[in-house]
């Protein structure tokens, strides 16, 4: 819990120094947002931006029932279709809104192994992370960023277990990758973000109530088209 802590709050930070220099981007000349140049001619383009990507969820298989030593979990990995938007401050400075759905499998390992699969949940991870993009290597534009995320898991049904609760939980969110710009407008995406999400849950097995936790902190890995209006 407290390397989750520590990580949570690197990301935080990094999230307030990014802004910090997106408000100083945006101050220092408002005049020249959103100007691209473009083979040697400038050109004022939008502020926003959308992808649409193949998005591939790959969870780390950890976590535990209290009470039960050598209790562990696992759970299923996904490809999914994923939506994001980008707002672009400056040429340099954007915020990102991603958005996708997917559902996973819950499994008991370990000392919990005989349980098989005690459930099947939906998990929403909306993400929104501030970016530095790197501008000077022409159409090939790379970027970091770091952010928060905020899990809900919905739909959540049993397998051998009695009862299912996830709950909803909060993580920090750090991303890396790349556009290669086509032409002014669109572009191809390679993109990977790791969350550090660990919800709580409750659980009943033979009528026994219990608790625990997820070690999800799932690695997001996401390749796709970009467009920027």
Do not use: C
């Not at 947002?33 to 400038?42: F, H, S």
């Not at 490809?79 to 008991?108: K, R």
């Amino acid at each position: 819990m407290t390397k989750v802590r520590m990580v949570a709050a690197q990301g935080a930070i990094a999230l307030i120094v990014l802004m910090g220099v997106g408000q100083q981007a945006l101050a220092a000349d408002p005049a020249q947002r959103y100007i691209a140049q473009d083979q040697g001619t400038v050109e004022a383009s939008s502020p926003w931006q959308i992808r649409v990507r193949a998005l591939g969820v790959k969870t780390n298989d950890s976590g535990y029932v209290g009470g039960i030593a050598g209790s562990n979990l696992s759970y299923s990995d996904a490809v999914t279709p994923e939506f994001d938007i980008s707002y672009f401050f400056t040429e340099n400075i954007a915020a990102e809104l991603i958005l996708a759905t997917t559902s996973a499998n819950v499994d008991g390992t370990g000392a919990i192994g005989a349980l098989g699969n005690v459930g099947k949940v939906w998990v929403l991870p909306p993400t929104l992370t501030l970016q530095y993009h790197i501008t000077h290597f022409g159409a090939f534009r790379p970027y970091v960023g770091a952010g928060l995320n905020y899990t809900v898991f919905y739909n959540q049904s049993v397998g051998s277990a009695d009862a299912l609760h996830v709950k909803n939980a909060f993580g920090a969110a750090l991303q890396v990758g790349f556009d290669y710009m086509v032409d002014r407008h669109w572009g191809v995406n390679v993109d990977v973000k790791k969350l550090f999400l660990e919800p709580d849950f409750t659980v009943k097995v033979a009528g026994t109530d219990l608790k625990g936790k997820a070690k999800l902190d799932p690695w997001l890995i996401g390749a796709g088209v970009t467009y920027r209006f």
